[in-house]
């Protein structure tokens, strides 16, 4: 997928009751299934080739490569309005690797603020393949206030969809990783499974026809789906992101 071409945000279906887990420092995969990262990234400088920019001002919804930026050891994606466009709009990096199946890791925060809504999640090498290649939303949050979220699994040409809510803080730092294996698509936050998917629990099973790289979003809106933004929502709302890691499945 081109740095100027988006995944169009995902409608969330319903979902199997909340939890709030008990958080730890890190998500990090400690077990030797995985094995040492293929990639880590610590945005201590700028953006390399392998991350490319979303640019896209006139989709639906609007992106700006204006409003993606790196200081302080962070990646930084804000949501406002874009001066030089002059138009409300929102951002996102894609990680422009792709493999099938492994482990994603991404830590980060988002400001609250109505009008904008972040998305972690994986997409299909080729627009065109979605939905039916599949995606797999690590943590998908339209609430302004930030204190949830909600893990998705979408499958087939009729965008199957499973899902689940979690309820946590997300103006503070947590990492959020999942494991996409032939067998199973499990979600994490801060090192403690809140989500399993089995090819049984969805109508068209797991994905497997395509491989998918990793996309990072805070998307503008203005729906039932995103809430308008409000006359106490910031000037600019921003979603800052720690690191990544990226592990590649082992093979059997």
């Known amino acids: 997928m081109s740095a100027g071409v988006s995944p169009s945000p ?20 400690t077990s030797s299934f995985w094995g040492d990262p293929v990639a880590v990234e610590n945005f201590d400088g700028p953006l390399s080739g ?24 962070q990646l930084h994606l804000a949501g406002g309005v874009d001066a ?22 991404v830590r980060f925060r988002v400001q609250a603020g109505a009008g904008y809504a972040p998305d972690v999640l994986l997409w299909p090498k080729r627009n065109s393949d979605w939905p039916t290649a599949g995606e797999i939303d690590l943590a998908e949050m339209n609430d302004p ?11 087939g040409k009729d965008n199957n969809i499973v899902g689940h ?3 946590t803080d997300f103006t503070r730092f947590h990492t959020i990783a999942v494991d996409w294996l032939p067998t199973r698509v499990t979600y994490y936050l801060d090192g403690r499974k809140i989500f399993n998917v089995t090819p049984g629990q969805i109508r068209t099973g797991l994905p497997t026809e395509s491989v998918m790289h990793l996309a990072l979003q ?33 093979r059997s």
């Open 10 to 29: 995902s409608t969330s279906p319903s979902t199997s009751p909340s939890v709030s887990p008990s958080t730890s420092p890190s998500a990090r995969a």
């Open 50 to 73: 392998e991350w490319g920019k979303y640019d896209s001002p006139d989709s639906s919804p609007p992106r700006s490569a204006d409003l993606v930026s790196v200081s302080g050891g």
């Open 84 to 105: 030089r466009l002059g138009k409300d709009v929102g951002s996102g990096v894609m990680f422009l690797r792709d493999q099938k199946y492994g482990r994603w890791e």
């Open 145 to 155: 206030a930030r204190k949830g979220f909600g893990s998705f699994l979408h499958h």
């Open 165 to 167: 809510d979690t309820k």
């Open 218 to 250: 805070l998307d503008q809106g203005c729906s039932d789906l995103i809430p308008c933004r409000t006359a106490n929502t910031p000037a600019r709302v921003v979603m800052d992101v720690d690191w990544v890691r990226v592990y590649r499945a082992p």
